[in-house]
């Protein structure tokens, strides 16, 4: 009997992501490549002859979650009219990029394993388990195509990611992300601002410039940071709302701080990643500015566009860190009254300069920070969103909220999540992905709730 390789035609295919905005990008291009070739995306495991993860290795939870999830998948029967005999899985992002081959030892059942600089090769390797062959992995250093070259299928019609820089150069002691994603590579501003462009006549409401560190953007290409020109050039196509992520703050320059309350379409919105609050820590941790610097910046930014909503991240337990500095960066958490603040307790990544830093503060110790930070940080969140009541503030409706389907869930400029009911006489397709004013009745923590005026 004359079996036949199944084509991408026959088959289903699931890519489940974790991590940052960058990993979610890729994976709409993993999404876009794989419907370009016939396959069809279904929304569960379970439906899937190809699940993809999109991994992330910047803390050692990732790493753990990954490999269960993915030893768990050897109980998931295939559907029952799937082509393949065995459901082909494959990893990809940054785990995938970190331990190539070396995956099929730990997690034998794997077919694929594609690196950070690998999208593009996807189709190929799993076309060559499809024609036979055992397993497949592919992890090169670096790609000559930027993943905004390969198809797309975004996640939401009306809000799309635009990568301006892959890649970083900063080697923050703790971080793994340079080792995984390479140096700085900066796309050409041409090349921004036509994708840019390509959005705001397709009817998309937001674009988010992302990067590792968006602020050093064009240093490999014209020999100066050009961010700025970036944002002007964009605001220029026509967007109604831009956003960008992740700043670094020793490269926030005045004349980006000048554009928050002055350029058009920027949202009042940045998240600075301050990582500690005492100039000890954030010296071992290898980020060159102090805690009077990055005061400044806030202060600046106030003064640019008063009312600015502003975000960060927090490491707590970095080695060798003492109480003193532990509550240095509580104080600077108090005072800067932070929208929103990520906090993480250190994660130790083997290559990296921290994980042969002396770390001997007991776990429970570190626990006990953490909790206290996050105490504070909820109650700054909810002080924040409390000023918002009684106001009217234009919404980007997202879709129904996922808790509760009579609510439409969207976000405010100030990157709030609002939620209010959908008005009588008005479908959820008109509303979905416009921007209407809601006035907001209540403020919790994580959310403002209100109506449609
Ligand atoms: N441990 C804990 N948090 C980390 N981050 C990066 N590396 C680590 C690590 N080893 C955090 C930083 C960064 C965010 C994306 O993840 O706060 O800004
Ligand atoms: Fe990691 Fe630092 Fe680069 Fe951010 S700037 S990705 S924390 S090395």
Same mark, same amino acid.
């Given at each position: 009997?004359?079996?036949?390789?199944?084509?991408?035609?026959?088959?289903?295919?699931?890519?489940?992501?974790?991590?940052?905005?960058?990993?979610?990008?890729?994976? $709409? +291009?993993?999404?876009? !490549?794989? /419907?370009? *070739?016939?396959? +069809?995306?279904?929304?569960?495991? $379970? $439906? %899937?002859?190809?699940?993809?993860? !999109?991994?992330?290795?910047? +803390? /050692?939870?990732?790493?753990?979650? *990954?490999?269960?999830?993915? #030893?768990? !998948?050897?109980?998931?029967? =295939?559907?029952?009219?799937?082509? *393949?005999?065995? +459901?082909?899985? %494959?990893?990809?992002?940054?785990?995938?990029?970190?331990?190539? /081959?070396?995956?099929?030892? $730990?997690?034998?059942? =794997?077919?694929?394993?594609?690196?950070?600089? #690998?999208?593009?090769? *996807?189709?190929?390797?799993i076309s060559d388990v499809l024609d036979g062959c055992g397993h497949r992995a592919e992890t090169i250093d670096e790609s000559k195509l930027f993943p905004s070259d390969l198809p797309s299928t975004r996640e939401h019609s009306w809000a799309a990611w635009l990568p301006i820089t892959i890649g970083c150069n900063n080697f923050c002691t703790y971080c793994i992300v340079p080792y995984v994603r390479g140096r700085e590579k900066s796309r050409t501003l041409e090349e921004i601002v036509a994708e840019a462009q390509r959005y705001v006549d397709a009817g998309v409401k937001e674009i988010t410039l992302i990067g590792q560190n968006v602020n050093s953007y064009g240093r490999d290409l014209y020999g100066e940071p050009r961010f700025a020109e970036v944002l002007k050039a964009v605001d220029a196509t026509g967007i109604e709302r831009l956003r960008f992520a992740t700043s670094h703050p020793k490269d926030l320059t005045d004349e980006v701080i000048g554009m928050f309350g002055s350029l058009r379409s920027l949202m009042p919105a940045l998240h600075l990643p301050a990582q500690s609050g005492s100039n000890a820590i954030l010296e071992a941790m290898h980020r060159n500015y102090t805690v009077e610097r990055y005061h400044e910046l806030i202060d600046k930014l106030r003064d640019a566009c008063p009312g600015i909503a502003l975000s960060t991240d927090i490491i707590v337990g970095f080695p060798g860190e003492t109480e003193a500095d532990f509550e240095d960066t509580y104080r600077l958490v108090d005072e800067v009254g932070y929208s929103q603040v990520f906090t993480f307790i250190y994660s130790k990544r083997e290559g990296t300069p921290a994980a042969s830093m002396p770390d001997d503060t007991p776990r429970e110790v570190i626990q006990e920070r953490f909790d206290r930070l996050v105490d504070l940080v909820q109650q700054r969140a909810y002080l924040a969103n409390q000023a918002e009541l009684g106001a009217t503030i234009p919404v980007l409706v997202e879709g129904a909220s996922k808790r509760d389907a009579a609510l439409l869930t969207g976000k405010s400029p100030k990157n709030q999540t609002v939620h209010a009911p959908l008005p009588e006489a008005v479908s959820l397709s008109d509303i979905v992905g416009t921007i209407a004013p809601v006035k907001i009745d209540e403020a919790r923590t994580w959310y403002l709730k209100g109506h449609f005026v």
């Open positions: 009997m004359i079996s036949q390789t199944p084509s991408f035609g026959d088959l289903t295919f699931h890519v489940q992501t974790f991590g940052c905005q960058m990993n979610k990008h890729d994976s $709409e +291009r993993v999404v876009g !490549m794989l /419907e370009n *070739l016939g396959a +069809r995306d279904v929304g569960t495991i $379970e $439906e %899937a002859d190809i699940v993809v993860f !999109m991994t992330c290795c910047v +803390r /050692e939870a990732a790493d753990i979650r *990954l490999i269960g999830q993915v #030893n768990t !998948m050897k109980n998931v029967k =295939l559907r029952p009219n799937s082509p *393949l005999s065995k +459901r082909i899985i %494959a990893v990809g992002g940054c785990i995938g990029q970190r331990d190539g /081959e070396k995956l099929f030892d $730990e997690l034998p059942h =794997l077919s694929v394993v594609f690196g950070t600089n #690998n999208l593009a090769s *996807l189709p190929g390797l």
